[in-house]
């Protein structure tokens, strides 16, 4: 068969307005493609939610590619490891409650089930804005990557969406947008985002699950997000409690749509 190169740019061109189009309203959107992320987006796509995510990067997996200081293995706790086990993810026993997994077999894995779940992945996107209608996020205003590091000035589009979760780990970026630009309070005991506090993993993975709740209305925050949104420390290479907040975050939704 002759190839026709016009035909596979226009092939692309199609296929990917059409994914875009179809996303454009959607009842959860993702900012964030991260361990927490990537869970919570999986949970909800299960439970038949239409479910959107947005990475600015061109990969997906977040800080879990590179395990601790580059050492492509991650470890989690009994908790994080049942988590691990119904994505299929092979797991060692290093000592008691402490479990190993090979960080690229953990991202590829989480992130092919996330897919096949019918989550829509956009890498190459970045959350620059909220859309907030009445006091409550209503959808996300969405830029190319590129542009943003280009700092060209090209506006960005709008998608709307019932519900936010903002799993941009350490830098927390939705819930900043929110209080710098909204002039309204976050959730939190201060209205604003606190802050993460240094390391200590076992209070910074306690205290992730009671950090994943709603920060704002329509938003949620999952993930390391959820410990510098509160003011709590931050856990090293520990990352059953992103999975467990992912999985929080998800189920915290599901009960709103009901
Ligand atoms: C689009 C964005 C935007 C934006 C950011 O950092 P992540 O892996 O986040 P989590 O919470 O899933 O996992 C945290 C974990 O990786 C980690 O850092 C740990 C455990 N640290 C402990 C410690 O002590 O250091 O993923 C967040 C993703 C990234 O891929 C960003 O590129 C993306 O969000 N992102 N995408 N628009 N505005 N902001």
């Known amino acids: 068969m002759k190839l026709d190169d016009i035909k596979i740019s226009k092939a692309i061109i199609e296929r ?3 994914k875009l189009l179809d996303s454009l309203d959607c009842d959860v959107a993702v900012v964030g493609g991260g361990p927490a992320g990537l869970t919570a987006a999986y949970q909800l796509a299960k439970n038949k939610k239409k479910v959107v995510l947005f990475e600015r990067k061109l990969s ?3 800080g879990m ?3 601790g200081i580059m050492f492509n293995e991650i470890v989690v706790q009994s908790e994080g490891k049942k988590i691990l086990d119904e994505f299929g993810v092979k797991t060692t026993l290093f000592e008691e409650g402490y479990f190993c997994a090979d960080s ?3 991202v590829t894995t989480i992130c092919s089930k996330t897919v096949k779940a019918g989550v829509r992945i956009f890498n190459l996107f970045s ?3 909220v859309m ?4 409550k996020v209503t959808g996300l205003v969405i830029n190319w990557s590129t542009v943003e590091l280009a700092k060209l000035h090209v506006d960005p589009i709008t998608i709307r969406s019932k519900y936010v979760i903002d799993a941009t780990g350490h830098a927390a970026e939705i819930a900043r947008i929110i209080q710098n630009k909204s002039g309204c309070k976050l959730k939190t005991p201060t209205g604003n985002v606190i802050g993460e506090k240094p ?3 076992e209070i910074g993975e306690q205290m992730i699950m009671e950090n994943t709740k709603e920060i704002f209305p329509g938003v949620f925050a999952a993930g390391m997000c959820a410990n510098a949104v509160f003011g709590a420390p931050r856990m090293g290479p520990i990352f059953g409690g992103m999975l467990m ?7 915290l939704i599901l009960e709103k749509l009901k």
Not at 245 to 251: L, R, T
């Open 104 to 106: 690229i077999e953990t």
């Open 65 to 67: 590619w590179g395990g």
């Open 199 to 201: 390391m200590h993993a």
């Open 127 to 129: 959350v620059e804005d």
């Open 132 to 135: 907030l209608t009445e006091e």
């Open 16 to 18: 990917f307005s059409a």
């Open 245 to 251: 907040s992912g999985e929080k975050a998800a189920s």
């Open 60 to 62: 997906i997996g977040g």
